[in-house]
T-cell receptor
Framework: GAVVSQHPSWVICKSGTSVKIECRSL??????MFWYRQFPKQSLMLMAT?????????EQGVEKDKFLINHASLTLSTLTVTSAHPEDSSFYIC?????????????FGDGTRLSIL | AQKITQTQPGMFVQEKEAVTLDCTYD???????LFWYKQPSSGEMIFLIY??????QNATEGRYSLNFQKARKSANLVISASQLGDSAMYFC????????????FGKGTTLSVSS
């Protein structure tokens, strides 16, 4: 069964709206979660690393004021796309690493398809 | 910096045949992990197989095997006895073994399996 739950699966909203995406680890505590963005037929690009109880680490070129990340508990990280515009339309997917050694795979949520009209 | 290269944008194979998806990588880390994920058109990322940099034997998981050639920095995925359900995007990824480090992905290969 799923070990990472992501919600919502689909969002369609008007330009200027802020959208919150939730990522939950199920049955395990994830001190670190990751947020990726994927355009059609392209690879997953890391946006930021979300650390429980501290500020997220953003990749170069990712606007931290645009993409707000909160990791308030060991099982929940949220990504808020603020004042979304059509160019923010994309597939957003989160992941969490199973606790333990580095050979543990990252488990991914099912992703959120965001369409800004 | 770490880098993953997948040079095959698309691959075509017939059912029951084997197929190899190429992956080369670059890293200055001594300890690292290599992963393959499958992404169907529905979008979810499905973990397939893992190879550690110090593993002496090639990893295998059912119909999936990883042809790991450390000196050449390659980690090719071999799918045996292809099935129609194998049609998907396949991503090679790597990560250092430190806790809290993210996976870095290649550009992916689209595999199409025909009957």
């Amino acid at each position: 069964g799923a070990v990472v739950s992501q919600h919502p699966s689909w969002v369609i909203c008007k330009s200027g709206t802020s959208v919150k995406i939730e990522c939950r680890s199920l049955d395990f505590q994830a001190t670190t979660m990751f947020w990726y963005r994927q355009f059609p037929k392209q690879s997953l690009m890391l946006m930021a690393t979300s650390n429980e109880g501290s500020k997220a680490t953003y990749e170069q070129g990712v606007e931290k004021d645009k993409f707000l990340i909160n990791h308030a508990s060991l099982t929940l990280s949220t990504l808020t796309v603020t004042s979304a515009h059509p160019e923010d339309s994309s597939f957003y997917i989160c992941s969490a690493q199973w606790p333990g050694e580095g050979n543990q795979p990252q488990h991914f949520g099912d992703g959120t398809r965001l369409s800004i009209l | 910096a770490q880098k993953i290269t997948q040079t095959q944008p698309g691959m075509f194979v017939q059912e029951k045949e084997a197929v190899t998806l190429d992956c080369t990588y670059d890293t200055s880390d001594q300890s690292y992990g290599l992963f393959w994920y499958k992404q169907p058109s529905s979008g979810e990322m499905i973990f397939l197989i893992y190879q550690g940099s110090y593993d002496e034997q090639n990893a295998t998981e059912g119909r999936y095997s990883l042809n790991f050639q450390k000196a050449r920095k390659s980690a090719n995925l071999v799918i045996s006895a292809s099935q129609l359900g194998d049609s998907a995007m396949y991503f090679c990824a790597m990560r250092g073994n430190q806790a809290g480090t993210a996976l870095i992905f290649g550009k992916g290969t689209t595999l199409s399996v025909s009957s």
